[in-house]
């Protein structure tokens, strides 16, 4: 049994690294917070406006993903989650679901690097901004503050980012 969660703000390479580990290693159960979609502002306004940065959405959304991964993990399979999730949230639903062994990992690129592959790569520039930017330094500050491990993606092809987190979910595993 492993988990390995990746968090991380868009464009720092973890929906690719997680698509790219999918296809290579089907055995490994890939799991991606954004299948569940974003709703509309009203939809997400129901669920509260407590838990900022990230808000009542994000954690109940957390909560819930936790909650199917759990039985994955009891039955001896290996999970690798990713998604824009606070460390807090991330840190709560481990507990919550009694989960003890789990590898948390911000997936992190520099500002140019993040706008780049926004803009370029997934055709999405309304996303480079200043609070995708801010965003991404958050989530890299809690990772950071809860002595979690930071993957900078900046320099490294798709190839080498897969490699490192193959090497992580291979540790965890042992």
Same mark, same amino acid.
């Given at each position: 049994?492993? #988990?390995?969660?990746?968090?991380?703000?868009?464009?720092?390479?973890?929906?690719? $690294?997680?698509?790219? $580990?999918?296809?290579?290693?089907?055995?490994?159960?890939?799991?991606?917070?954004?299948?569940? !979609?974003?709703?509309?502002?009203?939809?997400?306004?129901?669920?509260?406006?407590?838990?900022?940065?990230? *808000?009542?959405?994000?954690?109940?959304?957390? %909560?819930?993903?936790?909650? +199917? $991964?759990?039985?994955?993990?009891?039955?001896?399979?290996?999970?690798? %989650?990713?998604?824009? /999730?606070?460390?807090?949230? $991330?840190?709560?639903?481990?507990?919550?679901?009694?989960?003890?062994?789990?590898?948390?990992?911000?997936?992190?690129?520099?500002?140019?690097?993040?706008?780049?592959?926004?803009?370029?790569?997934?055709?999405?520039?309304?996303? &480079?901004?200043?609070?995708? /930017? !801010?965003?991404? +330094?958050?989530?890299?500050?809690?990772?950071?503050?809860? *002595?979690?491990?930071?993957?900078?993606?900046?320099?490294?092809?798709?190839?080498?980012?897969?490699?490192?987190?193959?090497?992580? #979910?291979? &540790?965890?595993?042992?």
């Amino acid at each position: 049994m492993a #988990l390995v969660i990746m968090t991380g703000g868009s464009g720092s390479g973890k929906t690719a $690294i997680a698509k790219a $580990i999918e296809v290579d290693r089907p055995s490994i159960n890939v799991c991606c917070f954004d299948s569940i !979609g974003v709703p509309s502002a009203e939809v997400m306004a129901t669920f509260g406006t407590g838990h900022q940065p990230g *808000g009542a959405w994000q954690r109940a959304m957390t %909560f819930k993903w936790f909650e +199917r $991964i759990a039985p994955t993990l009891v039955a001896g399979n290996t999970v690798l %989650f990713e998604g824009q /999730m606070r460390i807090a949230f $991330i840190r709560e639903a481990l507990t919550v679901f009694a989960i003890e062994k789990a590898r948390v990992l911000c997936v992190e690129c520099d500002d140019y690097t993040r706008a780049r592959r926004l803009t370029h790569d997934r055709s999405k520039p309304e996303l &480079a901004n200043e609070s995708m /930017m !801010g965003w991404s +330094r958050y989530l890299h500050q809690e990772a950071v503050e809860a *002595g979690y491990e930071i993957l900078d993606t900046t320099d490294l092809s798709l190839a080498e980012s897969v490699r490192a987190v193959h090497s992580i #979910l291979k &540790a965890c595993s042992e």
